[in-house]
């Protein structure tokens, strides 16, 4: 929930600044300025990030580098953790599930909400719509997993009754090595259409209508428009939302934990579940640290070249 | 569901609520509107469908389900499966009706999820309002340097810190405690202070500059002007958190497994696996699943312009 609005600080970041300048308060010439209050009021803030970001950020770091089962103290192993990664088939697998995680769910959820957020945008604009289209995104993750779990049950869920009912054979969505990751990335489409169509829907407001205007002055036929315009003043905004939906995709969890539990067999471990058990169920805290050091390097690469690649900080507006 | 026939000249002109009513042409049918039509009506079938089966199955008779899948209707029409997730069923009466006869403590972890939301959305709202006004109204050397290394952290991804803060919690004897549960979420998120302080930025001061001539000092001026005159947005953000923190699992996963803390969403993953007669209460956890989405669907229903909104504010500005 907490990834809601992290996607505007690029943007809004920015155009705030220039108030900053405007009212300079008298306590600007001395040095420290309102140190003393600012400290009181920054406190518990500072207490909460330096205890639960920062320490945690660096020790993360160094535990990657050693081995430790939680009973007694980690020892120091230099790169060991990381070559065994790097020669682990679980990891690969556990990777490429992931990948292959990403890759259905975000596809799928982009399109879908780039086309929700046009007929939010041109044809369906009352909020009580966006509302109910935003439901399933409210519901906790682990709720949302247990209800498709049972709509998709293989003998009496309601998805293979209608399958049944078309004459085609049942569908072990859940329990099949080849459906268990489209099913849960299906799973996740549904939860999440609403409310990235919604991120997608703002970025299509921000759009002047001027530019529409003259657009339908010159004659432009609306999939013209669309192309011409609307995407390409879109970019910034698609761009963001895609850094954030695929940041937040590979960290699938929940969904898994609650139906699969990663199998069978390999078939949707993905890396934050290996990561998980390699932790809690191996205890092996020094491997598991690796792994999610690895995660956080794949994470921050993919958000660069994504911001690189498809100019995201730059808008055609200007 | 309004369906209002709009033109669609005035895109973007009113983002924040309903949009403009003005300029409505009568159309001749036209089958590209028709078309879009349908498609927002199959997006909300597709949405709501889901929760209505919830709700029938809920309904039902667990034993009947088999029997009776691809009925629209509750199977054998039953509010069993709620009284059996509140307790209010005997273990037998449960069992004859396809429960597991073991015993839940929904109300317990019903109880937990309350604390738990509650208390670090309280801490976590009002902490990073404090740290937004720091940095909004205050000057002091290293604040924009301390600024950018709060919003760093929005990179980290949750699981990075998820095992040193859970070695730190289990080291200082916490697990299995709310002290532990909330603790990381209790006193600030780079979000939530990056949230207000894009408020407090955008506030005018001249009502705080007056009071300040007048000799109120800092922490009167941020009780008594700042955090009333900001109530709409801590309010949202307050919403926003609750919201996050009452479907939160992983941590509460990690830390909070003994029953005496589970929350909800721990709790309903146990429930799934916990039947003993191979074929599982699917009504018992409909039930349950619908009960702990509530008060969030609740909280949706008195506020979710303000929801929906909010997530426009953000790519808007």
Request: charged share 10%.
């Given at each position: 929930m907490t990834t809601i609005t992290k996607l505007p600080d690029p943007v809004a970041g920015g155009s705030k600044h220039p108030q900053r300048g405007k009212n300079p308060r008298p306590g600007r010439g001395r040095r420290l300025g309102d140190l003393r209050i600012a400290l009181l009021f920054i406190l518990p803030a500072m207490v909460g990030f330096v205890a639960f970001f920062l320490i945690p950020t660096i020790r993360g770091i160094y535990l990657s580098f050693t081995e430790y089962s939680v009973l007694g103290d980690p020892t120091?192993?230099?790169?060991?953790?990381?070559?065994?990664?790097?020669a682990d088939e679980l990891f690969w697998n556990a990777m490429a599930v992931t990948v292959q995680y990403v890759g259905l769910n975000i596809g799928f959820q982009t399109v879908i909400a780039l086309g929700l957020a046009l007929l939010m945008h041109r044809v369906a604009k009352?909020?009580?719509?966006?509302?109910?289209?935003?439901?399933?995104?409210?519901?906790?993750?682990?709720?949302?997993?247990?209800?498709?779990?049972?709509?998709?049950?293989?003998?009496?869920?309601?998805?293979?009754?209608i399958i049944n009912w078309f004459g085609l054979p049942r569908i072990a969505f859940f329990g099949s090595e080849q459906w268990a990751?489209?099913?849960?990335?299906?799973?996740?489409?549904?939860?999440?259409?609403?409310?990235?169509?919604?991120?997608?829907f703002a970025g299509l407001q921000s759009i002047p209508s001027h530019v529409?205007?003259?657009?339908?002055?010159?004659?432009?036929?609306?999939?013209?428009?669309?192309?011409?315009?609307?995407?390409?003043?879109?970019?910034?905004?698609?761009?963001?939302?895609?850094?954030?939906?695929?940041?937040?995709?590979?960290?699938?969890?929940?969904?898994?934990?609650?139906?699969?539990?990663?199998?069978?067999?390999?078939?949707?471990?993905?890396?934050?579940?290996y990561i998980y058990q390699k932790a809690f169920g191996e205890s092996d805290f020094g491997y598991a640290s690796a792994l999610s050091v690895i995660l956080f390097v794949i994470l921050a690469l993919v958000a660069f070249i994504q911001m690189k690649f498809l100019k995201g900080n730059e808008s055609d507006l200007d | 569901?309004?369906?209002?026939?709009?033109?669609?000249?005035?895109?973007?002109?009113?983002?924040?609520?309903?949009?403009?009513?003005?300029?409505?042409?009568?159309?001749?049918?036209?089958?590209?509107?028709?078309?879009a039509w349908t498609l927002v009506v199959v997006a909300i079938i597709v949405t709501v469908a889901p929760f209505l089966w919830m709700l029938r199955t809920a309904l039902s008779s667990n034993a009947s389900l088999a029997s009776n899948a691809s009925n629209l209707l509750p199977a054998d029409f039953s509010l069993g499966a709620f009284k059996r997730v509140l307790g209010l069923q005997t273990p037998e009466e449960a069992i004859a009706e396809g429960g597991s006869g073991a015993a839940i403590n929904f109300w317990l972890y019903l109880r937990n999820s309350i604390i738990f939301a509650s208390v670090t959305t309280a801490g976590q709202v009002f902490f990073s309002a404090m740290a937004a006004y720091a940095f909004s109204r205050l000057r002091w050397p290293g604040r924009n340097v301390v600024f950018g290394l709060f919003l760093a952290t929005m990179m980290v991804p949750p699981i990075f810190t998820a095992l040193p803060?859970?070695?730190?919690?289990?080291?200082?004897?916490?697990?299995?405690?709310?002290?532990?549960?909330?603790?990381?979420?209790?006193?600030?998120?780079?979000?939530?202070?990056?949230?207000l302080r894009q408020f407090f930025l955008s506030m005018s001061r001249e009502v705080e500059e007056a009071a300040m001539l007048?000799?109120?000092?800092?922490?009167?001026?941020?009780?008594?002007?700042?955090?009333?005159?900001?109530?709409?947005?801590?309010?949202t953000l307050a919403l926003l958190t609750f919201i996050g923190q009452w479907n939160e699992y992983f941590w509460p996963l990690l830390v909070g497994q003994d029953e005496s803390v589970r929350v909800l969403t721990v709790g309903l993953g146990v429930f799934k696996s916990q039947s003993p007669q191979g074929a599982p209460d699917w009504s018992g956890l409909m039930a349950a699943t619908l009960i702990a989405a509530l008060p969030v669907l609740l909280l949706f229903i008195a506020f979710g312009k303000r929801v929906v909104n909010s997530i426009g504010f953000s790519g808007i500005k």
């Amino acid at each position: 929930m907490t990834t809601i609005t992290k996607l505007p600080d690029p943007v809004a970041g920015g155009s705030k600044h220039p108030q900053r300048g405007k009212n300079p308060r008298p306590g600007r010439g001395r040095r420290l300025g309102d140190l003393r209050i600012a400290l009181l009021f920054i406190l518990p803030a500072m207490v909460g990030f330096v205890a639960f970001f920062l320490i945690p950020t660096i020790r993360g770091i160094y535990l990657s580098f050693t081995e430790y089962s939680v009973l007694g103290d980690p020892t120091w192993i230099g790169t060991k953790n990381y070559t065994a990664i790097f020669a682990d088939e679980l990891f690969w697998n556990a990777m490429a599930v992931t990948v292959q995680y990403v890759g259905l769910n975000i596809g799928f959820q982009t399109v879908i909400a780039l086309g929700l957020a046009l007929l939010m945008h041109r044809v369906a604009k009352s909020t009580l719509i966006r509302g109910v289209l935003l439901l399933p995104f409210l519901v906790a993750n682990v709720i949302v997993a247990l209800l498709w779990f049972w709509m998709l049950d293989y003998q009496i869920g309601i998805v293979n009754e209608i399958i049944n009912w078309f004459g085609l054979p049942r569908i072990a969505f859940f329990g099949s090595e080849q459906w268990a990751i489209p099913t849960i990335a299906g799973v996740n489409v549904w939860r999440h259409m609403g409310y990235t169509a919604l991120l997608i829907f703002a970025g299509l407001q921000s759009i002047p209508s001027h530019v529409y205007e003259v657009a339908s002055l010159d004659g432009a036929s609306q999939t013209r428009t669309f192309w011409s315009i609307t995407m390409p003043l879109l970019r910034p905004v698609l761009v963001l939302v895609l850094v954030v939906t695929v940041i937040g995709s590979f960290q699938v969890f929940d969904t898994v934990a609650v139906t699969t539990g990663g199998g069978p067999i390999n078939a949707s471990r993905v890396i934050q579940m290996y990561i998980y058990q390699k932790a809690f169920g191996e205890s092996d805290f020094g491997y598991a640290s690796a792994l999610s050091v690895i995660l956080f390097v794949i994470l921050a690469l993919v958000a660069f070249i994504q911001m690189k690649f498809l100019k995201g900080n730059e808008s055609d507006l200007d | 569901m309004t369906t209002s026939a709009l033109s669609r000249k005035t895109p973007g002109s009113n983002p924040a609520s309903k949009p403009a009513r003005q300029g409505v042409h009568k159309k001749p049918f036209n089958w590209r509107r028709a078309g879009a039509w349908t498609l927002v009506v199959v997006a909300i079938i597709v949405t709501v469908a889901p929760f209505l089966w919830m709700l029938r199955t809920a309904l039902s008779s667990n034993a009947s389900l088999a029997s009776n899948a691809s009925n629209l209707l509750p199977a054998d029409f039953s509010l069993g499966a709620f009284k059996r997730v509140l307790g209010l069923q005997t273990p037998e009466e449960a069992i004859a009706e396809g429960g597991s006869g073991a015993a839940i403590n929904f109300w317990l972890y019903l109880r937990n999820s309350i604390i738990f939301a509650s208390v670090t959305t309280a801490g976590q709202v009002f902490f990073s309002a404090m740290a937004a006004y720091a940095f909004s109204r205050l000057r002091w050397p290293g604040r924009n340097v301390v600024f950018g290394l709060f919003l760093a952290t929005m990179m980290v991804p949750p699981i990075f810190t998820a095992l040193p803060n859970f070695l730190m919690i289990k080291n200082l004897g916490l697990l299995n405690t709310f002290a532990g549960l909330a603790l990381p979420f209790l006193f600030m998120t780079p979000f939530a202070i990056f949230f207000l302080r894009q408020f407090f930025l955008s506030m005018s001061r001249e009502v705080e500059e007056a009071a300040m001539l007048d000799g109120a000092k800092h922490l009167r001026i941020f009780f008594q002007i700042v955090l009333p005159n900001a109530a709409a947005p801590l309010a949202t953000l307050a919403l926003l958190t609750f919201i996050g923190q009452w479907n939160e699992y992983f941590w509460p996963l990690l830390v909070g497994q003994d029953e005496s803390v589970r929350v909800l969403t721990v709790g309903l993953g146990v429930f799934k696996s916990q039947s003993p007669q191979g074929a599982p209460d699917w009504s018992g956890l409909m039930a349950a699943t619908l009960i702990a989405a509530l008060p969030v669907l609740l909280l949706f229903i008195a506020f979710g312009k303000r929801v929906v909104n909010s997530i426009g504010f953000s790519g808007i500005k």
